[in-house]
């Protein structure tokens, strides 16, 4: 028996295959590069999760439901948005004013706006870190992942182009910011940033595309939000009813106490200084006003290889997927019922003698490793490479009953002497995911249990457990996860086994149901994971079969948590969204000079045979389409403090040339003198200006130039 027992534990010069000594290999998500600080955060995050899941409801945890929270909040923003329309005016000239001086209910729309919308980038933000925590991107979670990171930039711009619209000190800064990113390509006649030179020169037509993608993005986000969840099946869109009530009361009250209002006015002469802002959108701000439009490309396309690359750059190993043996498949469908990832399909059976006309079938592109199917096939027809049925089940054997002797199971004076070690299947997604487990099954945290870490514990088959109670084990747990479940609905899958409500069923007229205990303790709960387990092996054998860890607690203890929780995301909602955004620095004085000019048409002398061509229409010499570059030479005081040559624009260089030019000044009255020159010789310029100017460290002083309408000072 001993040899055996060696046998099926280890294999010489093999890894241990079945109980390996790291619990994390039983996870169906695979271990990632990095892996220590994903551990780090995921213990971090589930801290928070397990703080108010103690006094919290399942499905009253919003950290535990934090994707439902996000759309949820998307939800309120959109409505909220589109009642707004009945008192906001899109324009460069009503924008601002259609949005100052608003009744208490416009103004409570507004505010409930900017903050269901902050509440949910939060959320979503706190999504993808509990996503990428638990390693939940790789294999055919790929699609969500990416899907998920799409739906974040959409989500973010939308935000940014929403404070665009209100056309404030913010939305300056916005506008100046997205010119100066998108003027770096080449695909605009003239470069964005002059139409913000004055607030003359801004452009009707562009605010109103603005306001246009503003409102397209979310119709986008509603597709992109479709194929986020497209490989879930019975998912979890909104939050439930106390919880979004909840949610609604919590923006309310933070609404009427500090409600969301503009900043000044737009000044497009005004000099940038540091004001508020919201960081869930406008955060990005910092990095963009100090870099270049090159640098912001690089950084953007760097972020969006490393975010789209996480799938296939972090894993250390490919997800393991279920497969089914036809043979065995009876075709009886409760696979294809309990799979929470739509992984299973029913095909047509290919022959007869089945219980339905059906046979499974796992697709692996869909297939999450979980092994909540193996759990519900009775037939043995579904198993997973990583952890063979008929490997457990002789593992089960030896680890239930070392000695090789048999006990009652059934009836009174069941398992009475008996020194066999007990039983337990593990989630190594769950508290149990940093147990030691010692290649027999043994663990330091558990004494007097055989430990066989699972994917799930939706893997557990029912008989599988009859089979350790049978074989004599005193008892058997099964550890499961708490209410933020990576495997969605593997933990409520097994309680409703055991209770009898749903099939495989815990025979109870096989064994009795006492022996056997259902834990879902924290994720990081393991000392009290410990203490149950302790508690169970010491004879609380008489206790009922619980679906979850008990948490006895009142309706005033449960209130306070909730108010507890909703204070803090308000806090946590107000403060991210009145941050300091300081400007990129105390320029003073400024001198902004700006044209758009045609330098002259470059004709060259080379002479051409026109003699096959009818008298008039010959030409004595070739012109080409070219057109010379602008000059433009600028002095304050007499002193030289720019000249600098613009090429053409055009794909033939037969465009206009195209300046923008900030000039730093000292305050007070200066002498400038403007000279642009459309051609050599260079010395003779065209057109000139000068002029004595006075500048104050509050305005810049704007001079633009157009080849018609000449000089203007603003």
């Not at 749903?502 to 109870?508: E, G, M, N, T």
Request: hydrophobic residues 45%.
């Amino acid at each position: 028996m001993a040899g055996d027992r060696k046998e099926v534990f280890v294999t010489p010069g093999r890894r241990p295959s079945l109980v390996p000594g790291a619990v994390d290999r039983a996870r169906p998500d695979p271990e990632a590069h990095g892996g220590a600080v994903l551990r780090a955060l995921e213990r971090l995050l589930a801290g928070l999760t397990n703080g108010a899941s103690r006094f919290l409801r399942e499905g009253e945890n919003p950290f535990a439901r934090a994707g439902a929270v996000a759309n949820t909040s998307f939800l309120v923003a959109l409505v909220t948005g589109i009642l707004l329309l009945f008192w906001y005016r899109a324009s460069v000239g009503n924008a601002h004013a259609s949005l100052e001086g608003l009744s208490f209910l416009p103004q409570l729309l507004r505010s409930l706006h900017r903050y269901s919308s902050d509440l949910c980038m939060a959320f979503v933000l706190l999504h993808g870190l509990q996503t990428l925590a638990t390693r939940r991107f790789a294999g055919a979670r790929w699609l969500a992942w990416t899907s998920g990171v799409l739906l974040v930039g959409l989500l973010w711009l939308d935000g940014w182009t929403g404070y665009w619209l209100v056309w404030d000190e913010r939305a300056q800064r916005v506008a100046l910011a997205t010119a100066r990113f998108l003027d770096v390509l080449p695909i605009f006649p003239d470069p964005i940033a002059r139409s913000f030179l004055v607030d003359e020169a801004v452009n009707s037509l562009l605010f109103f595309l603005v306001f246009f993608i503003h409102m397209l993005i979310p119709m986008a986000m509603g597709i992109f939000l479709w194929v986020h969840i497209l490989r879930v099946d019975r998912s979890k869109f909104l939050a439930g009813k106390t919880l979004t009530a909840w949610l609604l009361g919590t923006l309310v009250l933070l609404s009427v106490i500090e409600p969301a209002l503009s900043a000044e006015p737009a000044a497009m002469q005004a000099a940038a200084r540091d004001i508020t802002g919201d960081h869930w959108y406008l955060g990005p701000l910092f990095v963009i006003e100090r870099l270049s439009g090159g640098a912001l490309w690089i950084a953007l396309g760097l972020a969006t290889i490393v975010f789209y690359g996480v799938p296939w750059l972090l894993p250390r190993r490919r997800v393991v997927s279920s497969v089914v043996d036809g043979a065995r498949c009876n075709g009886c469908t409760q696979c294809w019922k309990d799979c929470p990832f739509g992984a299973i399909s029913l095909l047509p059976a290919p022959s007869e003698g089945r219980e339905s006309g059906f046979v499974a079938f796992i697709d692996p592109d869909r297939c999450t490793g979980c092994g909540i199917c193996v759990g519900s096939c009775d037939s043995t027809a579904i198993d997973n490479a990583r952890l063979p049925v008929l490997d457990v089940r002789k593992w089960v054997n030896h680890a239930a009953d070392p000695g090789g002797t048999t006990v009652q199971t059934r009836g009174p004076g069941a398992g009475e002497g008996v020194e066999n070690p007990c039983v337990a299947f593990v989630c190594g997604a769950s508290a149990a995911g940093r147990l030691r487990v010692e290649a027999d099954g043994s663990c330091a945290e558990l004494p007097g249990f055989r430990v066989l870490p699972v994917p799930c514990a939706g893997w557990v088959h029912m008989l599988t457990v009859e089979r350790a109670l049978r074989h004599g084990a005193p008892g058997v747990l099964i550890v499961g996860c708490g209410q933020d479940a990576p495997c969605r609905e593997g933990a409520d899958t097994t309680a409703e086994r055991l209770s009898g409500r749903r099939s495989p069923k815990l025979r109870i007229d096989q064994v009795d149901p006492a022996r056997v205990r259902y834990l879902r303790p924290d994720s990081g709960s393991i000392r009290r994971m410990a203490r149950e387990a302790a508690s169970f092996r010491a004879g609380l054998h008489d206790r009922a079969v619980s679906g979850a860890v008990d948490r006895p607690l009142g309706a005033g203890a449960r209130i306070a948590a909730a108010v507890t929780v909703a204070v803090l995301l308000a806090v946590v909602t107000w403060a991210g969204s009145d941050l300091p955004l300081p400007a990129r620095g105390s320029d003073g004085p400024a001198l902004v000079v700006s044209f758009k000019h045609a330098g002259r048409i470059i004709e060259s002398g080379e002479e051409v045979d026109d003699s096959d061509v009818l008298p008039h229409m010959r030409r004595p010499r070739s012109v080409d389409r070219g057109r010379h570059s602008v000059r433009l030479s600028v002095t304050v005081d007499g002193l030289n403090v720019l000249e600098r040559t613009y090429e053409p624009g055009g794909l033939f260089g037969d465009g206009s040339s195209i300046a923008v030019e900030t000039l730093p000044v000292e305050p007070g009255a200066r002498v400038v003198r403007i000279t642009v020159a459309d051609g050599p010789p260079y010395e003779a310029p065209a057109h000139v200006l000068a002029d004595t100017l006075l500048f104050d460290s509050r305005t810049r002083r704007v001079v633009l130039f157009e080849g018609t309408d000449g000089f203007k000072v603003h």
